[in-house]
């Protein structure tokens, strides 16, 4: 006989616990992301000097020259829309001709930030702090802040519409972001997927709800709140869900989706109320051609603008869209070579002071 509490008289119980993933992207009690990059290009209070309504800051490429050039001389175009102003951010590349081919650019505009992290894909996290750090230091007044990447088109008269109707029906809401709702969805574990993420990474098997991080809009007084606390959340290089999904829900923003936020058919350009405020042209011979027309039809708003009859700015413009619909719309023959061509025409016409991208544009030209 075995001696009671032997092993014998013991049952065996296999008990099976349920694995609890603490989710580790939540405010920490100190400093978890410290941004301690310094500035290359800093153009400072000379952005925002006068009354902003829009500070527009664009996510860009330090080779990105041409992008550059043709946002801000069209959709960004200051003598059109002298109540928005336009920033680029930028990284730094390794290559010196490069760097020193975007501070000459910086000089003669004067409308480049750049930070001295490397300008990289893993890298946008880093860029979009940095934009929030500048905008909420060097341009707080402004009263609406659009993110954008410098291969999409922002509708900028739709926009404006749409923003100031809001503020004069009292709808305008702090603590807001504008953009393409993504509703929560599964994490990518595809190693052949551009966002993938291992477990380490990311341990949460879903993301939470976010914006789509080609173009948002955000209320003023976000861009300091999300910074702040951004520096609390620990890192994650996908720079949308970071911002506008973790640290964004961390300070309990809204998300307010237009319905004509985004046209994806880039032969909808044409400036009518029944475009979308942004325009995705992943195809960049295609964003161009769009690009192409869009300052056709700037360039008649701005020297058409003056009439006596009472005409609005966008009544001009529906109707240059119509009248010149012969050069606004480009057909399969047009090249990229004719289309910079006309650029520095109406960059030439409209008398804008940009006789070194006249040059370079020329010079580009040349080479093809």
């Not at 953009?179 to 966002?195: A, G, L, T």
């Not at 994806?264 to 051609?289: A, Q, S, V, W, Y």
């Not at 240059?320 to 057909?331: A, F, P, T």
Request: proline letters at 3%; hydrophobic letters at 35%.
């Amino acid at each position: 006989m075995q001696s009671a509490g032997s092993e014998e008289d013991i049952d065996t119980i296999n008990l099976t616990y349920p694995t609890i993933t603490i989710n580790p992207y939540v405010p920490q009690d100190h400093i978890v992301n410290p941004q301690n990059f310094s500035y290359i290009l800093n153009p400072n209070w000379t952005v925002c000097q006068h009354n902003v309504y829009i500070i527009v800051c664009v996510h860009s490429t330090p080779a990105y020259y041409q992008r550059r050039l043709l946002i801000r001389e069209t959709w960004a175009a200051r003598n059109v829309f002298p109540e928005i102003r336009l920033v680029f951010m930028l990284g730094q590349t390794i290559d010196n001709k490069i760097m020193q081919a975007v501070k000459f650019e910086n000089d003669l505009y004067q409308d480049i930030v750049q930070e001295d992290f490397l300008d990289s894909y893993r890298n946008l996290t880093h860029k979009a702090m940095m934009a929030l750090k500048w905008i909420s230091t060097y341009c707080s007044q402004a009263s609406y802040i659009s993110k954008t990447d410098d291969d999409m088109i922002v509708n900028t008269f739709t926009l404006l519409k749409h923003l100031k109707f809001r503020d004069s029906h009292r709808m305008k809401q702090n603590n807001s972001i504008f953009c393409r709702v993504y509703k929560p969805m599964n994490v990518f574990r595809d190693k052949n997927i551009k966002w993938y993420l291992s477990e380490k990474e990311y341990p949460l098997e879903k993301f939470s709800s976010f914006c789509s991080g080609s173009a948002f809009i955000l209320t003023n007084d976000l861009a300091k709140t999300i910074y702040n606390l951004s520096l609390y959340v620990p890192f994650l290089w996908i720079d949308d869900v970071y911002i506008t999904g973790l640290v964004a829900q961390a300070v309990n923003v809204t998300f307010n989706q237009p319905k004509s936020l985004y046209t994806m058919n880039d032969e909808t350009i044409g400036l009518t109320k029944h475009t979308g405020i942004i325009i995705k042209n992943p195809n960049l011979f295609k964003r161009r051609r769009s690009l192409n027309k869009l300052a056709v039809i700037i360039s008649s708003a701005s020297l058409d603008n003056s009439t006596s009859d009472g005409e609005t700015l966008e009544q001009v413009v529906n109707f240059e869209n119509v009248r010149k619909s012969d050069l606004i719309e480009s057909n399969n023959k047009e090249n990229y070579s004719s289309i910079k061509k006309n650029i520095c025409s109406l960059i030439d016409h409209n008398s804008f002071r940009t006789n070194y991208a006249k040059f370079r544009l020329s010079q580009d030209t040349m080479r093809m």
